[in-house]
Nanobody, 112 residues
Framework: QVQLVESGGGLVQPGGSLNLSCVAS????????VTWFRQAPGQGREFVAS????????NYLHSVEGRFTISRDNYRATVYLQMNSLEAEDTAVYFC?????WGRGTQVTVSS
């Protein structure tokens, strides 16, 4: 059974930063691409960023390009999402996804 555990969320002021982590308990973690999604209140879940299995390729939602950076440490079976210059519109629950598996999410609230 694959488990994904997100952490690092919290309350931050506009312009601030957070670094989310997703720790995976899965064999051969280095074989899998991993994706971050988010879901704001009353909205559907949307793609935020993805990273290839070897970490060499990443893709981003247009509105977060230049502000967010996805990375991974295959030794620690962890994927990170560094979020800078946060905006109120980034407020959401952030989820980690690997294949068909999902974490429970971590809340990010951007507010003054």
């Amino acid at each position: 059974q694959v488990q994904l555990v997100e952490s690092g969320g919290g309350l931050v002021q506009p312009g601030g930063s957070l670094n989310l982590s997703c720790v995976a308990s899965v064999d051969s973690f280095k074989r899998y691409a991993v994706t971050w999604f988010r879901q704001a209140p009353g909205q559907g879940r949307e793609f935020v960023a993805s990273i290839s299995s070897d970490g060499h390729t990443s893709n981003y939602l247009h509105s977060v390009e230049g502000r967010f950076t996805i990375s991974r440490d295959n030794y620690r079976a962890t994927v990170y999402l560094q979020m800078n210059s946060l905006e109120a519109e980034d407020t959401a629950v952030y989820f980690c996804n690997l294949e068909q598996f999902w974490g429970r999410g971590t809340q990010v609230t951007v507010s003054s």
